[in-house]
């Protein structure tokens, strides 16, 4: 046993096969993957990683996990893989997080594939499983919505949900994700397809997830300049990765990593390495060596355009890309960005009463009916040099 103090949550307690979990370099590897990716960048504190918010995603599973037990609704082993699904979750983070996963879906690997293929290849996590009588299949069973405790690790309020966005808000000092956790807990449960079925005394505690929840994803996660420094670090790492290292994007290469260990060491600082190995290297363009240097030195791209939205109008994205090349700024130094984020699921929400369960559509005096469901984000983006013309160009 092993006890762990997390400054959100307290003690956390692991068990043995826990304990040995958490102390494989491979999860280890959490401790040097940051939470937030590149938050710090505008919010100084945001330098928390994957490996606390791993500890904290186990410890909310597991009062959940009770509380079911308590209902008589799951047993003490199916506790133990709820927490052990809340813990490895994180495990097949890209470095920076989201920050570069895009290059890699476009090769169909995200996050989830790298953390399933940990799960099922990696010899050191599979001897601990062994040794402990865990077996992979329930686990993995959990991640792709096979298990009724499917819902709590992945739904529109999991535990994940739950820890990172009061997590987030504490180590970026925005005030907007703070959660009545406890009550929150207490009341909700889940139904088939993943359905979230929320006490209506619990009701005021879901509303303010949903609201917390829209805050951060405008106030932090697609933060103008957070989003500008990521799409920078993107474009620099798509260019670079053919002299620092190819066959990066390879599905051979990242299995082949598992398997031999060195997917542990694939964090946040190798690809820091990578930048500064970079600025020293002839074969590398110079062109590439300014956008590095801009940087790490935070002269990233400059919003030029920007909508949000919660209604799906009509984009100006292109047009407004072609006006831009048309009077001489190039292709490259433009960056456009266009994305739906989905914020509430509100035909996946019931609302239990005394007497009935009802759809939300169907109970007037909540304020989750007018959340909106959406916010559309659309920006242009473009290098600092051509910032001002830009700007004048489509004002």
Known sequence: MKKIFDEI?????LNDIETRLVDTPIFQRLRRVKQTSLAYIVYPGAMHTRFSHSIGALHLANRLGLRLYNE?????????????????????QFPFSH????????????????RDLI????????????????????????????????AIIDSDVDVDRMDYLIRDSKHTGVQLGNLDLDRLIDTISYGENKT???????????????????????????????????????????????FCCPGIFDESFLKDSVTT??????????????????LFDPSVPDSIKVKIKNFLDRNGPKVVYEEISFQNTESRIEENVLKLTRYGIPEIAIY???????????????IKTKSKEKDLKDYS??????????????RIYVEGMYSKKARDLLS
């Open 196 to 242: 979230i079925i929320i006490l209506d005394k619990g009701l005021t505690s879901l509303e303010n997830f949903y609201i917390s929840r829209l805050h951060m994803y405008q106030s932090v996660y697609y933060h103008k300049t957070i989003l500008g420094y990521e799409i920078q670090l993107r474009n620099i790492f798509s260019q670079l990765s053919e």
């Open 99 to 114: 920050s570069i996963e895009p290059l890699f879906l476009s090769k169909n690997i995200s996050n989830k594939y790298l």
């Open 336 to 350: 456009p960005f266009e994305e739906a984020i989905k914020i509430i699921d509100k035909s996946k929400i019931k």
């Open 261 to 278: 260990n060195y997917f542990a060491y694939w964090d946040d600082e190798w690809l820091f390495s990578k930048l500064y190995e970079s």
């Open 9 to 13: 949550h307290g003690y956390i307690t």
């Open 119 to 150: 799960i099922t290849k990696s010899q050191e996590i599979n001897e601990i499983f062994e040794e402990y009588s865990i077996s992979s299949k329930k686990i993995l069973d959990i991640y792709h919505g096979q298990s009724f405790l499917s």
């Open 72 to 92: 008589g609704i799951i047993n003490q082993e199916e506790i133990q893989y709820l927490r052990l699904a809340a813990l490895l979750n994180d495990l097949g």
């Open 365 to 378: 005096s909540t304020l989750l009916n007018v959340i909106p469901s959406v916010i559309y984000i659309r």
